[in-house]
């Protein structure tokens, strides 16, 4: 790791952005390269429930899920020195984009749709495994909180080392 990269105290990093825009992939990468902690939002819920995402949804709903994820996303903006990959919905929610938007590091991974039904594996995703073209519905839906949640906003339309190098990510970070 990096160490002599790390800013003391640095505000926690959110990266927001579509299932499957590489947010994880990405995350993890960044906070290596700069001697960061890193969270999966998911990951970090479903260590809590004791289930996956998955089971949450289909034992308690979208609704509850929703909940969790509001309550883990105040949790972890108090957190510093860390870069926090959230769930592809995190910004329906109204509470949650007002969350973000009091963060001045929130990265929006843009893909495009095409790219995400081609290359990922929607099996684990609850939104997107029974029609994976459903991926343009969420966009509709959900772009334009993207881009007014966001800092800055890096095109995920080649390699996670591209993004990584990104001019307009080293403004922030």
Do not use: W
């Not at 860390?82 to 007002?98: E, F, K, S, W």
């Not at 684990?124 to 991926?135: G, Q, S």
């Amino acid at each position: 790791m990096k160490k002599d990269n790390k800013k003391e105290n640095l505000s926690a990093i959110f990266l927001i952005g579509l299932p499957g825009s590489g947010k994880t992939t990405f995350g993890k990468l960044l906070a290596k390269e700069r001697g960061l902690s890193f969270i999966d939002l998911d990951d970090y819920i479903e260590e809590k429930e004791q289930m996956n995402i998955p089971q949450i949804f289909e034992k308690y709903g979208e609704k509850y899920f929703r909940d969790l994820e509001n309550i883990a996303l105040l949790e972890c903006s108090k957190l510093s020195n860390v870069v926090i990959a959230t769930g592809g919905g995190i910004v329906i929610n109204p509470a949650n984009r007002r969350i973000l938007k009091a963060s001045k590091n929130v990265v929006y991974i843009k893909r495009n749709c095409s790219d995400i039904i081609k290359n990922v594996d929607m099996s684990n995703r609850p939104l997107l495994r029974e029609n994976p073209e459903k991926v343009y519905e969420l966009y509709e839906h959900r772009h334009n909180y993207y881009n007014e949640s966001a800092s800055i906003i890096l095109e995920n339309d080649s390699t996670i080392n591209k993004l990584l190098n990104s001019y307009s990510l080293k403004e922030i970070i």
